[in-house]
């Protein structure tokens, strides 16, 4: 509905003053944004701080990567500098921007620039933010103004199409929000031409460099077309807040800055047309556009208002974006959905008519003169597509409701007659006229426009033939009351019009009321909701009582795997949907059935419940044939939408409470382990001790085996107690690491001697290449990974044992196989969970600690373990290590 009342509204104003103290406490964000590397960012933000400089404001470098371009290390040698901070990371040494630093400067120095190269960049292991644009992001909570650089390929939504724009995928992005939300965006443009220019110089990148690059990235097609995705981005932003502007200030005129259509519906068949040439002409010229239908107080018939649903639907798959509105003036209506959306060009149907009331515009004269600043343009309608008004087909549709309002003006009439012939003795003629007035008013609020017009036609020959001399005919004997019999007539047609639209308002004034309450109790009782039973029961009852249809939540089962939900249908359903149509609606993220372009033969319509993290399920509603109109299908989607989010929130609660459980049992369990290991340390030391007595006293055989299995049993129950401790200490992290550079071969060495008992009957292989490079590692860690691996390897498996090492790219590999059953099928990463074995009823022993461990050291590492079989037969687990630089050697 369009409102006139132009008055800002006062929640809007309340949220805008937050809004400006919000950012008024913030500092700025500056961009200077650009296609491609080399097109000379950095020199730009760089001028612009000396000349903010001279202008007396403070400025200071808190990172700027130069590349080494001689120009841009020229102008940066001026500018005083925050200091790096050093992270040491994989035995490296890096070089890194200082956020403490450059917030205790922006403390001391208020209103200062800080000068932030390279937006995207991702900060080295160990920074407080994993990206640069999060460190950015602090500064500004802190009110420090920063200016920064950024190329368009870094931006999440375009990433994927600048790589397959030049075939390079790049890593490093930054969400739009973070562009978007700038202060200001600055672009630094250079043509293709000219960057290949500077390429070949050496002002982007060093020779060896530049020459790759021109082969690859730096082509011209590629230039081009990124340049085109930078200022295109820039044109959306701008547009952004050029829209954000006109609402701000409420904007009464279209501003022609961006070429738009809108696209006027009417009820008639050759509407059609006119979206069609709409979506011809938007096509053409690269235009958005949109599709409105004006409901008018007069209403519509049955017929009419099907082929507006149908013309609307067309325009929506033909790319606009449609709406309906609820005005008592066409024109009016269009031209104020046109100035808030700011769309400049409004195309309408053409056709000529044989007959129109003098002084009564048509719809493209009445646009013009209500908003000049638009283009009009028509389009010819065929011949005969004149509609029908409503009410020639009301009578023919529903005749019983017809005929009842005219019974009752004609009842109204008779009644108001009877009346004025009683209070003839106190009323002028004059007077009695306003008793069919009213008449013609309560007709016209309880049964609409055509009967009221018929109550002002019988009144007007009732109160001549009863009142008006000479009496008992139509007869005038005074020319006066011709006049009266026309004011009479007319007053009563324009009463009867103003009463009747008043009502349809009032009638659709209630009917959104309705929805919009019965969405706010949804919401309510899906707020309140702990189950997915309850959703899906809050949905069913909300639809029938909405829309007196029944309906089904389908959702995947829990512990779904992704990729491979299979719906089923939630508890409460009032309808068995087609399984298989739902499933396409979910696995497409498309609505399907009734009344789309998917399997329309269904009974149901199927809406993905697509969520802000994923899709939850699926909404089947049952339609029994009916044509869902567009204000039904917006209160679907908005229905489907809650839904989604309900479903959400509910499964981040079980996920928060598994979370919270486990994390409690787990704290739980390590504080028993620890005490009770620590409890057991001491007589486990002193059994061995009486074992090691014993057998250093005379015994007879079976007294020797009873001796020497109490050694065994006890060493077993001290690498167990061990292995509850490493792995109590590794999980509170209180282990540091002692890494050396080491070679590969000393620490497989001094497994294998650590297990020389253990390992006395049974063939163990080592391939270890000669060239194998240094690993900087903690050697007792990392042995105590190799123990249990080999202790695992000769418990589980007979044959031999091998132990494999090479080099993998930037990383170490160090396979242990053996040539046993091999690991339980879908069981591979499952073995690294504490207290997890593969086989549960196997006789050998242990708890399930072993593997644990060795995934908790090898992660310490910054390394990765795995387990898979082997297709010959047998069982390998794989340890992989990074590799560094190793220091250089000395000279003697």
């Known amino acids: 509905m369009v409102v006139t009342d132009t008055r800002p509204d006062p929640d809007a104003l309340l949220a805008q003053l937050q809004r400006d103290e919000a950012a008024a406490q913030r500092g700025r964000l500056k961009i200077f944004f650009g296609a491609n590397a080399g097109v000379g960012k950095t020199f730009a933000m760089l001028a612009a701080a000396h000349a903010a400089r001279a202008q007396g404001r403070v400025v200071r470098i808190g990172v700027v990567e130069t590349h080494g371009r001689a120009d841009t290390e020229a102008i940066a040698r001026d500018l005083p500098r925050l200091a790096l901070k050093d992270i040491v990371h994989r035995g490296q040494t890096l070089r890194e921007f200082d956020l403490d630093a450059a917030l205790a400067w922006g403390r001391e120095q208020a209103g200062g620039v800080l000068l932030l190269d390279e937006l995207a960049h991702s ?9 640069r644009w999060q460190d950015a992001q602090e500064l500004c909570e802190a009110g420090i103004e920063v200016w920064t650089t950024l190329n368009v390929q870094h931006l999440e939504s375009l990433n994927d199409v600048v790589g397959g724009i030049t075939g390079i995928r790049v890593w490093e992005t930054l969400p739009d929000k973070v562009f978007d939300a700038a202060d200001e965006v600055v672009v630094v443009d250079l043509p293709p031409d000219e960057l290949l220019q500077r390429l070949k110089e050496g002002k982007v990148y060093l020779p060896n460099q530049a020459e790759r690059a021109a082969k ?3 082509r011209k097609g590629n230039l081009l077309a990124l340049r085109e995705l930078a200022l295109r981005r820039t044109a959306d932003r701008v547009d952004d807040q050029m829209q954000a502007y006109r609402r701000e200030h409420s904007a009464g005129t279209v501003w022609p800055n961006r070429e738009s259509l809108l696209a006027c519906i009417g009820p008639a068949a050759a509407s059609e047309k006119v979206v069609r040439s709409a979506a011809r002409l938007a096509q053409q010229l690269g235009l958005d556009w949109h599709a409105v239908h004006v409901q008018t107080a007069q209403g519509l018939s ?26 008592p003036e066409v024109a009016a209506a269009l031209v104020g959905y046109a100035r808030e959306h700011n769309l400049a060009r409004l195309v309408v149907g053409r056709r000529e008519q044989a007959w129109r009331w003098p002084g009564r515009p048509s719809l493209a004269e009445a646009l ?6 638009m283009d009009v343009l028509q389009v010819a309608l065929p011949t005969g597509a004149r509609e029908q008004p409503a009410a020639a087909t009301r009578g023919a549709l529903i005749p019983l409701q017809a005929w009842r309002g005219h ?19 106190f009323m002028a003629p004059t007077n009695i006229a306003m008793l069919y007035l009213l008449n013609v008013v309560g007709v016209a609020l309880r049964f609409g426009r055509g009967p009221a017009a018929l109550a002002a036609l019988l009144g007007v020959a009732a109160f001549d033939f009863a009142f008006v001399e000479p009496r008992g005919s139509f007869a005038v004997g005074d020319a006066q009351y011709l006049v009266t019999f026309a004011v009479l007539l007319l007053v009563g047609l324009v009463i009867g019009q103003l009463a009747a639209g008043l009502q349809a308002q009032a009638r659709a004034a209630q009917e959104r009321e309705r929805r919009v309450r019965g969405l706010y109790t949804m919401s309510r009782d899906l707020g309140a909701a702990l189950v997915v039973e309850q959703v899906a029961e809050i949905a069913t009852r909300f639809l029938r009582a909405e829309f007196g249809a029944a309906s089904a939540v389908l959702a995947p089962p829990p512990g779904a795997t992704p990729g491979r939900e299979m719906l089923v249908a939630l508890p409460g359903a009032g309808v068995q949907p087609d399984l298989g149509v739902a499933q396409w609606a979910f696995d497409h993220g498309q609505p399907a059935g009734q009344g789309t372009d998917t399997l329309p033969a269904s009974p149901c319509l199927m809406l993905p419940l697509t969520a802000p993290m994923r899709l939850r399920g699926v909404l089947a509603v049952q339609g029994q044939g009916r044509r869902w109109s ?5 209160l679907l989607d908005t229905c489907a939408a809650l839904l989604a989010i309900s479903l959400e929130r509910i499964h981040y609660i079980e996920v928060a409470q598994q979370s919270t459980l486990q994390i409690e049992s787990e704290r739980l369990r390590n504080s028993l382990l620890t005490a009770v290991s620590h409890d057991l340390r001491t007589p486990l030391a002193a059994l061995v001790g009486l074992a090691d007595a014993l057998k250093l006293t005379p015994l007879n055989t079976p007294q020797a085996e009873v001796a020497d299995a109490m ?8 690498a167990l107690v061990g292995n509850l401790l490493d792995m109590a200490r590794l999980q509170s992290g209180t282990v540091q690491l002692n890494r050396h550079w080491l070679p590969l071969q000393e620490v497989v060495g001094s497994a294998l001697a650590s297990l020389e008992e253990a390992l006395i009957d049974r063939e163990v292989v080592v391939d270890l290449p000669a060239d194998l490079p240094l690993v900087e590692l903690d050697a007792v860690l990392i042995e105590r990974v190799l123990v249990n691996l080999l202790e695992n390897a000769a418990k589980y498996a007979a044959g031999a044992i091998r132990i494999r090492a090479r080099t993998a790219g930037r990383h170490v590999e160090i396979d242990v196989s053996d040539a046993g059953p091999g690991f339980p099928a879908g069981l591979e990463d499952k073995l690294f969970d504490k207290f997890e074995r593969g086989d549960r009823e196997s006789a050998t022993p242990g708890v399930g600690l072993g593997l644990a461990i060795c995934k908790a050291i090898v992660e310490a590492h910054d390394g990765r373990i795995s387990a898979h079989n082997v297709a010959t037969g047998g069982a390998c687990v794989r340890v992989e290590l990074p590799l560094g630089q190793p220091p250089a050697e000395k000279p003697e």
Do not use: C, I, W, Y
């Open 216 to 218: 690859n990235f730096f």
């Open 123 to 131: 900060n080295a292991p160990g920074s407080r933010h994993a990206k």
């Open 407 to 425: 019974a009752a003006a004609l009842a109204g009439v008779a009644l108001t007659t009877a009346l004025a012939h009683v209070l003839l003795g």
């Open 302 to 327: 049955d017929a009419a208002r099907q082929r507006v649903q149908r013309t609307l639907e067309l325009a929506q798959s033909l790319g606009a974006r449609t709406a309906e509105l609820s005005a």
């Open 630 to 634: 567009p204000e039904e299908r917006e």
């Open 711 to 718: 050694r065994r049993s006890a060493l077993r129950m001290t």
């Open 368 to 373: 013009s003169r209500l908003a000049d600043e």
